[in-house]
């Protein structure tokens, strides 16, 4: 669900399915969305039954830095779990925190192996579509 509020919210269309992964059939009503971000490389290195259930909010870093496609940062994090985001995923999280999309709890902590919650799910779609209005206004 995630993957396509997520692509939806960055204006993004659906693609035909071309029956890529295993256990998708393409009547799913998430199919056409699922294409759209294979082709777009979005889901690199992620295995399909990855994709179907609960998302851990170091991959929605990953995810939204992909789909948003953004600026390259130098920050420091300073969460006091920040040795916890998988090194692979830093950067994204690095970018997508600069850019106001994600934020620490308020016990500064990131909490990267967590799944997203719906209520900050809201949060980042509302945030994507915000950013991908004022990309388009440049």
Same mark, same amino acid.
């Given at each position: 669900?995630?993957?396509?509020?997520?692509?939806?919210?960055?204006?993004? @269309?659906? %693609?035909? $399915? +071309?029956?890529? =992964?295993?256990?998708?059939?393409?009547?799913?009503?998430?199919?056409?969305?699922?294409? *759209? &971000?294979?082709?777009?490389?979005?889901?690199?290195? $992620?295995?399909?039954? #990855?994709?179907?259930?609960?998302?851990?909010?170091?991959?929605?870093?990953?995810?939204? @830095?992909?789909?948003?496609?953004?600026?390259? =940062? /130098?920050?420091?994090?300073? !969460? #006091? @779990?920040?040795?916890?985001? &998988?090194? %692979?995923?830093?950067?994204?999280? +690095?970018?997508? $925190?600069?850019?106001?999309?994600? /934020?620490? $709890? *308020?016990?500064? *902590? !990131?909490?990267?192996?967590?799944?997203? *919650?719906?209520?900050?799910?809201?949060?980042?779609? %509302?945030?994507?579509?915000? %950013?991908? /209005?004022?990309? @388009?206004?440049?």
């Amino acid at each position: 669900q995630f993957l396509v509020m997520a692509l939806r919210g960055a204006g993004l @269309d659906e %693609s035909e $399915y +071309k029956g890529v =992964c295993e256990g998708v059939t393409g009547e799913e009503w998430f199919a056409g969305f699922l294409q *759209t &971000a294979i082709d777009n490389g979005f889901l690199a290195g $992620y295995e399909t039954a #990855e994709l179907n259930g609960n998302i851990k909010r170091e991959d929605v870093a990953v995810l939204v @830095d992909r789909i948003l496609g953004l600026e390259e =940062c /130098e920050i420091e994090l300073n !969460f #006091e @779990d920040s040795a916890n985001i &998988a090194d %692979s995923k830093i950067d994204s999280v +690095k970018k997508i $925190y600069s850019a106001g999309i994600m /934020e620490g $709890y *308020t016990d500064n *902590t !990131f909490k990267p192996a967590n799944n997203l *919650t719906r209520a900050e799910a809201v949060v980042i779609i %509302s945030r994507v579509t915000g %950013s991908k /209005e004022a990309a @388009d206004e440049k």
